[in-house]
T-cell receptor, first 111, second 112 residues
Framework: SQTIHQWPATLVQPVGSPLSLECTVE??????LYWYRQAAGRGLQLLFY??????ISSEVPQNLSASRPQDRQFILSSKKLLLSDSGFYLC??????????FGPGTRLTVL | DQQVKQNSPSLSVQEGRISILNCDYT??????FLWYKKYPAEGPTFLIS?????DKNEDGRFTVFLNKSAKHLSLHIVPSQPGDSAVYFC???????????FGTGTLLAVQP
């Protein structure tokens, strides 16, 4: 079965600092990978998705970016964090409509 | 533009009674709908899904109803248990793509 790893689990960063969140997937190949953010009162917002290495689609304009350097690795980055970037970030792996897995998430607090 | 909406941010129900969570969507291209349960600081876990060719799907205590003409779906939990207390998200697959669009979530509290 598939397993999604995310790290770090929690992160506290000052405004203006850079960010790198990593997601890796085990147990599958060529998955569709997704980054979601859960912010207070805003549900789960799709940020980026990738259907393959180097292929990134951005869903919302923001100061975040994503990269997929390897088949089972998905990275969320920022050069300068904003207060509004605080939230719970989830990586997900979807293989078709019947198979969806979510990682444990990263709690980011920007101060 | 919120394509999947859950208008009730919270719901409180007595143990043993029915919980009804509602979800509305705007995109007529959605054809597959799912409900997820999420505890704090954890990833969502899949509960139940329904294809647009059906109007009802049942799995144990969980039943999802789909009304395509109204672009509305609901999750019924019967009987509700304290362990069901969590945030529930409805989600929909965006047309021909594999983008999963989530609603804003409803916090369910089941009182013992």
């Amino acid at each position: 079965s598939q397993t999604i790893h995310q790290w770090p689990a929690t992160l506290v960063q000052p405004v203006g600092s850079p960010l790198s969140l990593e997601c890796t997937v085990e147990g599958t190949s060529n998955p569709n990978l997704y980054w979601y953010r859960q912010a207070a009162g805003r549900g789960l917002q799709l940020l980026f998705y990738s259907v393959g290495i180097g292929q990134i689609s951005s869903e919302v304009p923001q100061n975040l970016s994503a990269s997929r350097p390897q088949d089972r690795q998905f990275i969320l980055s920022s050069k300068k964090l904003l207060l509004s970037d605080s939230g719970f970030y989830l990586c997900a792996c979807l293989q078709g409509r019947d198979t969806q897995y979510f990682g444990p998430g990263t709690r980011l607090t920007v101060l | 533009d919120q394509q999947v909406k859950q208008n009730s941010p919270s719901l409180s129900v007595q143990e043993g009674r029915i919980s009804i969570l509602n979800c509305d969507y705007t995109n007529s291209m959605f054809d597959y709908f799912l409900w997820y349960k999420k505890y704090p600081a954890e990833g969502p876990t899949f509960l139940i899904s329904i294809s647009s060719i059906k109007d009802k799907n049942e799995d144990g205590r969980f039943t999802v109803f789909l009304n395509k003409s109204a672009k509305h779906l609901s999750l019924h939990i019967v009987p509700s248990q304290p362990g069901d207390s969590a945030v529930y998200f409805c989600a929909a697959f965006g047309g021909a793509t594999n983008k999963l669009i989530f609603g804003t979530g409803t916090l369910l509290a089941v009182q013992p």
